[in-house]
């Protein structure tokens, strides 16, 4: 493989992992890519290629028919899909996203009722935090569940719900105790056919558009008991603790982006030609290459270095799951962005994929927490001497 991929030599099992998914995406899921940006639409066939080769949902373990691959493996397969289609890599990204709550806290009966389906591609698995007044400040949400006998009833609205429509089941984050504020919020699993949900019309994005993203409403929903994901009461806490996890595979997704845009430019400036010489000859080119290589390095150290945080579950994986996002999206933006300048006026149409990739990456520096709350949660670690 030409790229040039972690110094650290990782065991011959990631080389696997990673070109087995490029074979796959070079095949089944790149081609379809600027397709599902032009058509704001789900890449039907795309899941269907990473179904095929059990890379939807590939941290799942084998217990539930997963492919059990661990944090780092995982975080290779959603690089590789992102570098060809970043909608995609949301695929495997929303499905651990959506299913970490039950590995790390649910029950055994849950897990093993809500995991199997997901392992086998029959079903995603969304995860529903975010609200119209609860962003940034997600512990403020106003989504209701209410205790009745032996039931829950949950009533509210849940945005930017990323799968919403297309997956099966949906951890949602609601408000039990309403006076015991970010300890008053629980988990429930919810299916999509449960009467009183429903979804909004897609919203209109400047990115990632074969992923689709609504709003997801709760009418009156009534749950059995059996479905509240670990403790009453533990929802916020297990909602944060899934994002320290979760941020790597975002962090993957940008990383994923930018090597996208640094090889297609890369061979761009070797063929395009000014002047009577290749672009790849001026200095200007070449510096703009040498930096977008750079800072794929690094931010893939950093990713791959809290990839193995996350499957250790080590104390400082807060940090580095919130420093890895951040450095790796920050990163993807300023690399596509320069990318499009190797391309010159070619790089601003669609005919060329790196337009795609400037908007695509722009939205890994907004979910899982905007930078800004990276940057928070950084310094909180930083702080109370829990990193560094
Ligand atoms: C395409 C897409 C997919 C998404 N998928 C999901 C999903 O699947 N599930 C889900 O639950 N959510 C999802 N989200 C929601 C996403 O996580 C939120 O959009 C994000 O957390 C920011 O919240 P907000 O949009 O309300 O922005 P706001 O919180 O309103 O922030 C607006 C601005 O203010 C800044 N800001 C806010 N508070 C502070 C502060 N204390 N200090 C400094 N700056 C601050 C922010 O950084 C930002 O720049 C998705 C969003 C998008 C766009």
Redesign the pocket.
């Known amino acids: 493989m030409s790229t040039g991929f972690s110094p650290y030599q990782l065991p011959a099992e990631y080389s696997e992992i990673r070109s087995a998914t490029r074979d796959v995406c070079d095949a089944g899921v790149a081609p379809h890519a600027a397709e599902a940006d032009e058509a704001a639409s789900f890449p039907t066939a795309s899941y269907e290629a990473l179904r095929s080769a059990d890379l939807h949902a590939p941290h799942l373990p084998a217990e539930y028919g997963g492919a059990g691959i661990d944090a780092l493996g995982t975080a290779i397969v959603i690089e590789e899909v992102a570098r060809a289609c970043a909608s995609s890599s949301l695929i495997p990204a929303?499905n651990k996203?959506?299913t970490l709550p039950l590995l790390l806290d649910a029950s055994d009966a849950l897990k093993e009722r809500y995991l199997p389906p997901v392992a086998s591609g029959e079903a995603m698995f969304?995860?529903?935090?975010?609200e119209?007044?609860?962003?940034?400040?997600?512990a403020s949400m106003r989504t209701r569940a209410e205790r009745d006998g032996d039931t829950w009833v949950l009533d509210g609205v849940?945005?930017?719900?990323?799968?919403?429509g297309v997956s099966g089941y949906y951890t949602v984050?609601a408000v039990t105790d309403p006076q015991a504020g970010s300890r008053g919020i629980s988990a429930f699993v919810v299916e999509k056919d449960d009467q009183g949900v429903s979804f909004g019309a897609p919203?209109k994005?400047l990115?990632?558009k074969g992923?689709p993203?609504a709003e997801v409403y709760f009418d009156s929903v009534r749950l059995p008991a059996d479905r509240l994901i670990g403790e009453e009461g533990q929802g916020f806490s297990l909602a944060m603790r899934t994002l320290d996890h979760t941020r790597v595979t975002i962090a993957a997704q940008a990383l994923g982006i930018a090597q996208g845009a640094l090889d297609a430019a890369r061979a761009y400036a070797a063929e395009r030609e000014q002047f009577g010489k290749p672009i790849a000859s001026f200095q200007a080119v070449q510096f703009m290459l040498a930096d977008a290589a750079m800072k794929i390095s690094a931010a893939r150290e950093l990713t791959y270095a809290a990839a193995a945080k996350s499957e250790r579950g080590d104390a400082d994986l807060t940090y580095f799951g919130a420093a890895a996002k951040c450095f790796a999206s920050d990163a993807a933006m300023e690399v596509t962005t320069d990318m499009v300048q190797v391309f010159g006026g070619y790089g601003y149409t669609r005919d060329f994929p790196v337009e795609r990739m400037m908007r695509d990456a722009k939205?890994t520096q907004?979910?899982?927490?905007?930078?800004?709350?990276q940057r928070?949660v950084m310094a909180r670690e930083l702080l109370k001497g829990r990193a560094f």
């Open positions: 929303v996203l959506g969304s995860y529903c935090l975010s119209p007044e609860a962003g940034s400040d997600a849940k945005r930017w719900i990323t799968n919403a984050f919203e994005k990115g990632v992923s993203t939205i907004i979910y899982e927490g905007t930078n800004q709350i928070i």
